[in-house]
């Protein structure tokens, strides 16, 4: 079994929301920079957002910022992705991702990722 589990995608109208969980399997990241990222068909894997161990520092693509907003629960072993006001162009296979990082570091390449679920399918209409 893969070591994060997302869930929560689904089809939704622009204008929606949708909130991504993704879940440690077997093992904890309590102390893991911890990260979403997506990939539309025909499209390099992209970064969309992080979150540093501590929860101290959160990073977002451009095209994101505002209408997404990453958060983590060490108590349910848990990262989430809550998104708003989705749009036709964030349609897309959304994956979470695991690196380790010092406590406040926020990376958003995909080699400072060693940990990935499979990911969940988010589509919004055109």
């Known amino acids: 079994q893969a070591p994060l589990v997302e869930s929560g995608g689904g089809l939704v109208q622009a204008g929606g929301s949708l909130r991504l969980s993704c879940a440690a399997s077997g093992r904890t990241f309590s102390r893991y920079c911890m990260g979403w990222f997506r990939q539309a068909p025909g499209q390099t894997r992209e970064f969309v957002a992080a979150?540093?161990?501590?929860?101290?520092?959160?990073y977002y693509a451009d095209s994101v910022k505002g209408r997404f907003t990453i958060s983590r629960d060490y108590a349910k072993n848990t990262v989430y992705l809550q998104m708003n006001s989705l749009k036709p162009e964030d349609t897309a296979v959304y994956y979470c991702?695991?690196?380790?990082?010092?406590?406040?570091?926020?990376?958003?390449?995909?080699?400072?990722?060693?940990?990935w679920g499979t990911g969940t399918q988010v589509t919004v209409p055109s």
């Open positions: 991702a695991a690196g380790s990082s010092t406590r406040t570091y926020v990376s958003t390449s995909l080699n400072a990722f060693d940990y």
């Open positions: 979150i540093s161990w501590g929860a101290d520092n959160t």
